[in-house]
C-alpha cells in the first residue's frame, strides 16, 4: 500500500502545537508517534513478562528455608522403637551419683526380664554406707519406674545403652551436676 505524501495543512494526523513563551510553532507528527508508541508497547510487554517470569522462579533462601521446616516436620514423627519394644534394656547399669555427705554413690541397678531389680548403693568415704534394696519396675515409653519395696519411687529415662535419673516430675535433672546422673549400661541379659 502506498502512502500518499500529504502537505503538513492537509494531512489529518499533524498537529501544532504553541508554546506561549516563545511563540514558537512546532509540529508533531501523530504517525510517527503511534508508530513509537507501538513499538514501546511491544518492549513494556517483553519487560513484563520477563518480570513475570522471574518472580515466579522462587527465592532460593526461601526454598531452603521451606526444605529444612520439611526436615524438622519429618524429624518430629514419633519413634516407634521404645523401651518397652526393645530387648536390650534388661541388664546391669552402673555409675557414681552425686552424694551430699560424701564424694559420690557408686550405684549398681540390676533390670531384670521378669520386671524385678536390685538396687546397690555404696556411699563411697563412709562406714556402714552401703545399701541393698530391691522392689519392681514398670516402662512407659522410655520411661522407666522403680518402685522399692519401702515405698521409695525412682525416674529413669531409657537411652541406648545408659539410664539418666529424672526428678519426681519425671524431668530431667539440670545444673552443673546434670552429667553425674546417669548409669551406664555395663552388662546385657
Request: hydrophobic letters at 30%; a negative charge; one cysteine or more.
Amino acid at each position: 500500500m502506498l502512502y500518499r505524501q500529504m502537505e503538513p495543512s492537509h494531512d489529518p494526523y499533524y498537529v501544532n502545537i504553541s508554546t506561549q513563551k516563545n511563540n514558537l510553532q512546532t509540529g508533531i507528527n501523530y504517525r510517527e508517534l503511534i508508530i513509537q508508541l507501538n513499538d514501546m508497547k511491544k518492549y513494556v510487554l517483553v519487560v513484563a513478562v520477563a518480570a513475570a517470569l522471574f518472580s515466579c522462579s522462587g527465592n532460593p533462601k526461601a526454598d531452603a528455608t521451606q526444605t529444612d521446616k520439611n526436615k524438622q516436620e519429618t524429624a518430629q514423627v514419633p519413634d516407634m522403637h521404645n523401651a518397652e519394644t526393645s530387648l536390650d534394656y534388661w541388664g546391669v547399669y552402673e555409675g557414681t551419683l552425686p552424694a551430699a555427705s560424701s564424694p559420690g554413690i557408686k550405684t549398681t541397678l540390676t533390670l531384670n526380664k521378669d520386671k524385678t531389680f536390685t538396687l546397690r548403693s555404696e556411699y563411697i568415704d563412709e562406714k556402714d554406707g552401703i545399701f541393698n534394696d530391691k522392689g519392681t519396675y514398670t516402662l512407659d515409653g522410655n520411661v522407666l519406674t522403680t518402685k522399692q519395696e519401702g515405698g521409695d519411687i525412682t525416674y529413669y529415662k531409657v537411652e541406648e545403652g545408659q539410664l539418666k535419673m529424672l526428678d519426681q516430675q519425671k524431668q530431667p535433672i539440670t545444673g552443673d551436676l546434670a552429667k553425674f546422673y546417669i548409669l551406664k549400661q555395663t552388662k546385657k541379659f
